[in-house]
C-alpha cells in the first residue's frame, strides 16, 4: 500500500513516531512527505535528516504551506532545540507551489493521504486546483465529536490543534474529499509510557532519537501532572499516540472501530466543531481505539525499521 505523509513534523514528537511506525510496517511505502505551518522548511528539513537516518534517502520531503489560512499565525517547531536535533539539521525550504504539486501527483494515482497535522496543505490544494480533493481518501487526525470517557482529561475540541490551528482549512477539506476523521477522545486510550522507552531506545538511531524527543516533549507539557491528575491515564505516560493511530487506521489496522457519520463543520467563537447534520457528508469516523494493542503494535514496527 502506498500512502502520502501530510504532516507538521518537529512538533510534538508523535508525528516522527507516525512516520517511524510507516517505515517499519509491511507492505507499506510512503511516497512522499509535505510539511506544513512549515515556517522556512524548518520542518522539512528536520524530516529530512529523520528519513535520512533511515537509510530512506529515496523519499522525497517537500516544505509547504508556512502559515494558517485561517489566522496568517506562524508555528515554531523544534528545529534549533539542541534536545530534539542536532546542529548538523539544516532547514530545506521549497517553492510556493512544490509542495502542492506532489500532492496532486499522489491524489492523481489514488495514493491515501495521511493528515497529521493543520489541514493547510490540502486546503491551498483544492482552493488553487478546484477540485483536486474531490473524493480523495484523506485520513486525517482530527475531530472532536464525543466527550472523553471517566477518568480522561476533560477537554473539548479546543485541545484539536490540527483543527483549530486552521479552521478554514478543515471547512474546505471537509467540503471536498473522501474524509476519515481519528477523533482524539478515541485516540487519547493509546499511549507511549515510559516502560516502553528502554525497548525503544534500543530499537536503533532511529528508535533512541524517538525516545529522547518523546521525553523532552513530556516535560515540556508536564505530561507526569496529567497522568497524575487523572485515573484514566498510566502513571508513567509519555504521550499520546495520536499520529501513530491516524497512520494505522490509514494502512488497515484492525484495533479501530469505525462509524459512518453525516457531519457538517460549524465555528463558534472561533472553535470549529463537526456536528450531526442530515444535510452534512458522509464521513468515516474512529469512534474506538484498542489502546493495549496499539501500544504492542508500535513498538514492533519501529524495530521492524532495521529488519526493512
Known amino acids: 500500500m502506498q500512502v502520502h505523509l501530510d504532516t507538521d ?94 500532492l496532486q501527483a499522489s491524489i492523481d494515482q489514488g ?65 471536498a474529499a473522501s474524509l476519515t476523521l481519528v477523533t482524539l477522545p478515541a485516540a487519547m486510550h493509546a499511549h507511549l509510557r515510559g516502560r516502553d522507552l528502554p525497548r525503544l531506545r534500543a530499537a536503533g538511531p532511529l528508535g533512541d532519537l524517538l525516545a529522547r524527543q518523546s521525553e523532552v516533549h513530556a516535560d515540556d507539557i508536564g505530561t507526569a501532572a496529567l497522568a497524575r491528575a487523572h485515573a484514566g491515564l498510566p502513571d508513567d505516560l509519555v504521550n499520546f499516540h495520536w499520529d501513530p493511530v491516524t497512520a494505522a487506521v490509514a494502512v488497515g489496522w484492525d484495533g479501530a472501530v469505525v462509524r459512518e457519520r453525516t457531519l457538517t463543520t460549524v465555528v463558534y467563537d472561533g472553535v470549529l466543531r463537526f456536528t450531526e447534520d442530515a444535510a452534512g457528508r458522509v464521513t468515516s469516523v474512529v469512534v474506538a481505539v484498542d489502546g493495549p494493542a496499539f501500544a504492542a503494535l508500535f513498538l514492533e514496527r519501529v524495530e521492524g525499521i532495521a529488519r526493512r
Open 9 to 102: 513534523f518537529a512538533g510534538d514528537s508523535d508525528d516522527a513516531c507516525a512516520l517511524a511506525m510507516l517505515l517499519g510496517w509491511p507492505a507499506v511505502e510512503i511516497v512522499g512527505v509535505t510539511t506544513n505551518l512549515d515556517d522556512g522548511g524548518t520542518r522539512a528539513g528536520c524530516a529530512r535528516f529523520f528519513l535520512d537516518l533511515a537509510g530512506r534517502t529515496e523519499v522525497p520531503v517537500v516544505a509547504g504551506s508556512e502559515t494558517s489560512l485561517t489566522t496568517g499565525e506562524r508555528f515554531a517547531s523544534t528545529y534549533g532545540d539542541a534536545r530534539c536535533w542536532p546542529a548538523s539539521v539544516v532547514a530545506a525550504p521549497a517553492p510556493p507551489d512544490a509542495a502542492l504539486d506532489l
Open 111 to 175: 495514493i491515501t493521504i495521511v493528515a497529521i497535522g493543520g489541514l493547510t496543505n490540502l486546503a491551498r490544494l483544492e482552493l488553487t486546483r478546484p477540485g483536486a480533493l474531490r473524493d480523495a481518501p484523506v485520513i486525517a487526525m482530527a475531530g472532536w465529536l464525543e466527550p472523553p470517557v471517566a477518568g480522561m482529561p476533560p477537554w473539548g475540541p479546543e485541545m484539536d490543534f490540527n483543527t483549530q490551528c486552521d479552521t478554514h482549512a478543515v471547512e474546505v477539506v471537509a467540503a
